[in-house]
């Protein structure tokens, strides 16, 4: 073996070619788009333009800002217009259904309602009897991946080339409607798909791999909670996309208000979640204590108030009324923002929660602490490579594990349920209101919460388009079921399993097996181990899905909120 790796290695020189770099960054970059666009602030444009136009080498250590920072919202800035073919909407025949948006991979969609936009006839009444609904597609952005094409149920969508989407004015269509303004969010059910892809982007225009099935969860995330949330990022590929310098993905909305976001270890990030959410914590004690201070007793009521307060709107409009009150206090003011409840997220992929981070992360899940923690499973280390982690299902073929993997997956939702966290499996492209249902309630439970969301990744060895279609599949193969688990349901006297996709099977597994690149290696190396290994995986499926089935039918004989105010 040693000498046939030796061999390999000094037979490799053969086939060594010489490759003549293209002159722009991208093969079909157009001459109608520079690096950055002619909008980017002098700023940037003199600092991440010229890095994108790869003239990086070149620039002085003294146009650096101080700290080294970079600007958020600049990837809207650089268009790469990677892909010959683009998408593009037909509207007449389009339904409005948002779909499309919400599993664009690359938010080069955009949908949007009001009036005189240039759009059609909005298709339900809920904005407005004379509402018009708008979608378009940036082509600048637009990656090829056909995630929108594939899904859209009434096929209103096609591929046409940039050059035609171009000619078309696509680009400039676009650019003018990221510009309309938005529907204000009280308006909107964020429920339903269409309503949650009117709200405004976040996270636009991340570097991921085409067709990538992790950034849907943080687009529709952001939409939902971006303009109070806080994110600790694990290394992975969403640090990577996350900050695909040198420019950076998270924005602000039309107030200036976005995610604060920052990016630590593997082996530490769900720590370093929980150290966000406990300096909020402080920082809002710190407030309350110098409140109270500054004011007579008879406003201790008042004080109280403020802190209780749910409403988020309500709460940032104390913080004005309390600014105008304290008239200068600088340490006040400097705390005031804590009045508005911070929404902490703990992002990362199955490496970071499934092995390497796994201890911080039961640890995290024990806090009480309210914090959410969202955990993209492309059951195997994807940035890395492709290798194996305890997500990796029975028989893949990932590095450590060519001939297929022959352990089980981790439930780390089981595990989880254990912890008295709030739980959720979730995969967008099969369930997409389910999703939104389960971040939310995530949300809203007032201590730790866990999301596993399914994401199909280019290691996977299939065309991403059929992402959604894959996901739909792997739930009714019973391999991946949707679920959500509420503890505060138990409070209510209810049981807090809730199987969304139901217990049954609706699909063959093995059928599941033949449409990805990662079993068929496996299978085609060794037959006969493959299909013992297959056997293993769905007597393992039966097993789980007969205990969550016993879980969730338990009556819940004791209510505990009544027992409380009994006692
Ligand atoms: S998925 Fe199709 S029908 Fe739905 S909004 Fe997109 S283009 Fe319209
Ligand atoms: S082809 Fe892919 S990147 Fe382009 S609009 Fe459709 S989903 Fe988005
Ligand atoms: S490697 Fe996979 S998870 Fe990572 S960006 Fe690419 S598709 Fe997404």
């Not at 779909?99 to 240039?118: D, F, Q, V, W, Y």
């Not at 989407?165 to 429920?191: G, M, R, S, V, W």
């Not at 920052?262 to 720590?271: C, G, I, P, V």
């Not at 340490?331 to 199955?350: C, F, M, N, P, R």
Request: hydrophobic fraction near 40%; charge should be negative; charged fraction near 20%.
């Amino acid at each position: 073996i040693v000498a046939a790796n030796w061999a390999a290695i000094e037979r490799a020189t053969e086939f060594l070619y010489e490759y003549t770099l293209p002159s722009s960054p991208s093969n079909f970059a157009p001459d109608w788009l520079p690096a950055m666009t002619a909008d980017a602030p002098v700023c940037i444009a003199g600092t991440l333009g010229e890095i994108a136009a790869m003239r990086g080498d070149e620039l002085p250590v003294s146009i650096m800002t101080n700290f080294g920072e970079f600007p958020v919202g600049t990837s809207k800035y650089e268009k790469r217009a990677i892909s010959e073919n683009v998408a593009t909407c037909d509207l007449d025949k389009c339904i409005q259904c948002g779909k499309c948006s919400m599993l664009c991979p690359h938010a080069a969609i955009r949908i949007n309602a009001g009036k005189g936009i240039n759009g059609v006839p909005m298709k339900t009444p809920e904005l407005g009897t004379d509402t018009e609904f708008l979608l378009t597609i940036s082509p600048a952005d637009c990656t090829g991946c056909q995630v929108c094409v594939k899904n859209c149920p009434v096929n209103a969508l096609n591929m046409i080339s940039l050059d035609k989407a171009q000619k078309n004015d696509a680009q400039i269509a676009f650019d003018n409607a990221t510009k309309l303004p938005p529907i204000p969010k009280e308006k909107l059910n964020t429920n339903i798909p269409k309503h949650i892809e009117l709200c405004e982007h976040m996270f636009e225009f991340p570097g991921a791999c085409a067709g990538c099935g992790e950034t849907p969860y943080i687009k529709l995330i952001t939409k939902l909670f971006g303009d109070r949330m806080v994110v600790a990022n694990a290394t992975g590929c969403s640090s990577i996309y996350g900050a695909n310098l040198p420019t950076t993905p998270y924005t602000t909305n039309s107030q200036g208000r976005g995610p604060a976001w920052s990016n630590s270890l593997f082996e530490d990030n769900a720590e370093y979640g929980l150290g966000m959410r406990l300096a909020l914590n402080q920082r809002r004690e710190m407030l309350k204590g110098l409140l109270f201070k500054a004011f007579n007793d008879e406003d201790d009521k008042i004080i109280e108030s403020l802190f209780s307060e749910k409403d988020i709107d309500k709460q940032r409009k104390n913080v004005e009324l309390v600014r105008a009150k304290i008239k200068g206090n600088k340490q006040i003011e400097s705390l005031l923002d804590a009045l508005v409840d911070k929404s902490v997220w703990i992002i990362g992929g199955d490496g970071w929660a499934y092995d390497i981070g796994y201890g911080g992360l039961d640890h995290v899940l024990h806090s009480g602490e309210n914090v959410n923690i969202l955990v993209m499973d492309t059951e195997g280390y994807s940035n890395t490579g492709g290798q194996q982690s305890k997500a990796t299902p029975f028989g893949a073929s990932m590095k450590f594990s060519v001939g297929g993997k022959e352990q089980h997956k981790k439930d780390l939702g089981l595990i989880a349920m254990m912890t008295g966290a709030y739980v959720a499996q979730i995969a967008i492209g099969a369930d997409q209101v389910q999703a939104i249902r389960a971040i939310k309630e995530a949300e809203a439970f007032n201590g730790p919460s866990i999301i596993l969301a399914y994401s199909p990744c280019i290691a996977h060895g299939y065309n991403l388009s059929d992402g959604p279609a894959h996901q739909k599949m792997l739930v009714e193969s019973g391999a991946w079921p949707l679920y959500r688990f509420n503890p505060a349901l138990i409070e209510q006297g209810q049981n807090p399993l809730i199987m969304d996709s139901g217990t049954s099977v609706a699909a063959s597994l093995e059928d599941f097996l033949k449409t990805e690149g990662r079993f068929n290696i496996a299978r085609a190396m060794n037959p006969t181990k493959f299909a013992s290994l297959v056997k293993k995986a769905i007597n393992d499926n039966e097993y789980r899905r007969e205990l969550k089935k016993h879980i969730a039918s338990f009556a819940i004989l004791r209510n505990h909120s009544n027992d409380e105010k009994e006692g």
